[in-house]
């Protein structure tokens, strides 16, 4: 906002506008980052040093079912270890504009990392927001707290919300829930789904990985009460492609078919592990890598799509990530139209600095990425026609060679 006055009547203007639009409705005004697509500019949704933090990072995205978005992020005071809180912020809009910052749990020196989600949309408990996350003792983190549950291993917690994310269940310690007494650690950034297909419909299914770091492996928690009781599925074998897996992300597919999506770890490959599970997440094939989905070991997200354009309807995945090998760096969009097993080639769109993203649809034909971007200066959402990306994704396959 420009005015002709004197450099203290600019910013009276701007602060009383500023409070006149919270105080009207309830949310900031929108502040946009460079990164653009098809000529939108992001919104940036947290900010570091303007948030209350010096540091904001680990977004996740979820879209209620009533549209309302929901982004968890980490509040830090310094690195991945660094007194870091769960906060979160709200959007009525579809993401346009943001409520004001909420705290959900602070620890004081303890350090709470990698928000999870997942909202019921059936069954028992509809409408209830589960959010996980897990907790280190002040000094240390995944290099060396001990493995089972004493006060030198991490401790794993679950909050609930009923209102849509407004106001939340006090901090309920769930470790010997989720974690196995031989693991010293255990999480993953992102969200949990409820299975739709088969029958396991209606079923929680939450993505984890656990330590310790020399031998970390994958596993889901899963639900099939609407949360009020849960149990650990089988860990997913790291295979025979080098290296495990990491952070991880799930999706089902039509017929019913969980796959996973995770970053490769233990001198992995650079690019994603990937693996299936046909009975609702208990049991996987082994890992493999996908080296049609470059990784420079960084979260990524997927996420699953129905949706029928002029009358064709097309399923499948999308993939969201940095396409490089050697830096988190080209924030780019793949498309599959056969369940993961092939992909589109990479569509950019976020040049430059681009780390840690979750994908969510925010609207009908909407897709939203909640991404880190400016060298993580600021965590944005980015939107993008779903419509547009599967047209894309189809007319490069049109295009493709065959081969004789």
Known sequence: ?????????????ILLATLNTVQATGHEPPRETEATVSGAPAVVVFEAGVDGYSHIRIPSLLMLEDGTLLAFAEGRAGGDHAKNDIILKRSADRGMTWGSLQILDDQGGDSLNDPMAVEIRRGPNRGRIHLFYMSFPEGCHTNCVKPGYGPDSSRNWMMTSDDGGRTWTTPADITEVVRRPTSSFAGSPGVGIQLEHGEKAGRLVVPYR???????????????DGGDTWARGELVGNGTDGGGGDEVA????????????????????????????????????????DPALPSPHCMASILHFDRTIDGIRRTGLLYAGPWSTNGRVAGSIAVSLDGGRTWSKPMEVVPGSF???????????EVGLLYEGDKYARIALLRRSLDALIGESVADASTA???P
């Open 401 to 403: 060679p065959t081969t």
């Open 355 to 365: 780390a840690y993203s979750q994908l969510s649809m925010i609207g009908d034909g």
């Open 250 to 289: 799930v999706a089902e597919l039509t017929d019913g078919t969980l796959i996973l999506n995770a970053r490769g770890h233990n001198g992995a490959p650079r690019s994603r592990k990937t693996a299936r599970s046909t009975d609702g997440g208990r049991t996987w094939t082994p890992l493999a890598n």
């Open 1 to 13: 906002m420009k005015h002709p006055f004197s450099a203290l009547s600019v910013l009276t203007t």
């Open 210 to 224: 656990q330590g310790p770091l020399s031998r970390v492996q994958i596993y889901m928690l899963y639900s099939d």
